[in-house]
Nanobody, 126 residues
Framework: QVQLVESGGGLVQPGGSLRLSCAVS?????????MGWFRQAPGKKREFVAA????????YYEDSVMGRFTISRDNANNAVFLQMNNLQPEDTGVYLC??????????????????WGQGTQVTVSS
């Protein structure tokens, strides 16, 4: 059972930045996993934010975060990150890390991921 633990959320003013981290444990060969970040606002569906391939060579972003968010990974330390800049109130939500053991593709839909963290709250407000 892969375990994912997110951290780094918090309250930030519009235009501010946060860096989320996801620590992955109990994974046989973390470098075989594609990783993703999703977010969920109250009363809304879980929404794709970003995904990264097993080696980090392929990254995908939801249109509204393109140019503001950057996903990255550290395979030596079983971690994935989401650098979020120029945060806006509409970015508010619980941010969840997801993992799928796959090398031939990069999932971008929630239903394609097998493992999830509990999430970390991000609130953007003045």
């Amino acid at each position: 059972q892969v375990q994912l633990v997110e951290s780094g959320g918090g309250l930030v003013q519009p235009g501010g930045s946060l860096r989320l981290s996801c620590a992955v444990s109990s994974a046989r060969s973390f470098s075989s996993y594609a990783m993703g970040w999703f977010r969920q606002a109250p009363g809304k569906k879980r929404e794709f934010v970003a995904a990264i391939s097993w080696g980090g060579g392929q990254v995908y972003y939801e249109d509204s975060v393109m140019g503001r968010f950057t996903i990255s990974r550290d395979n030596a330390n079983n971690a994935v990150f989401l650098q979020m800049n120029n945060l806006q109130p509409e970015d508010t939500g619980v941010y969840l890390c997801a993992a799928k053991r796959i090398r031939i593709a990069v999932p971008t839909k929630a239903g394609e991921f097998d493992n999830w963290g509990q999430g970390t709250q991000v609130t953007v407000s003045s």
